[in-house]
Nanobody, 116 residues
Framework: VQLAESGGGWVQPGGSLRLSCGFS????????LAWYRQAPGKERESVAN???????TYVDAVQGRFLITRDNVARTVYLQMNRLKPEDTAVYYC???????????WGQGTQVTVSS
């Protein structure tokens, strides 16, 4: 399974970006789709995830600002990021897993930079 992220870039504080992650295979059976991020000098952290039934959860730092969605027909998971802050600057990675005990699949990452 190949994953390809897009949509990263530079934005001023308060701005918005929409990340996309396209899968090479059908994602109907993927019960775990997620976005992670890794800032310089920090560990990779989970930002948002969405189940096969569409239940989404978020890390506290992005709650109310980010929205994760999935389009199974398009084989794509999205991350809408609003009211961006400098501390959101990181490389964002897409992740997919069918379920517990199944392999994790990762994208190559896309850089998001928030600065004035």
């Amino acid at each position: 399974v190949q994953l390809a992220e897009s949509g990263g870039g530079w934005v001023q504080p308060g701005g918005s970006l929409r990340l996309s992650c396209g899968f090479s295979e059908n994602i109907f059976s993927f019960n775990h789709l997620a976005w992670y991020r890794q800032a310089p000098g920090k560990e990779r952290e989970s930002v948002a995830n969405i189940t096969g039934r569409g239940l989404a959860t978020y890390v506290d730092a992005v709650q109310g600002r980010f929205l994760i969605t999935r389009d199974n027909v398009a084989r794509t998971v999205y991350l809408q990021m609003n009211r961006l802050k400098p501390e959101d600057t990181a490389v964002y990675y897409c992740n997919g897993r069918i379920g517990d005990g199944w392999p994790d699949y990762w994208g190559q990452g896309t850089q998001v930079t928030v600065s004035s």
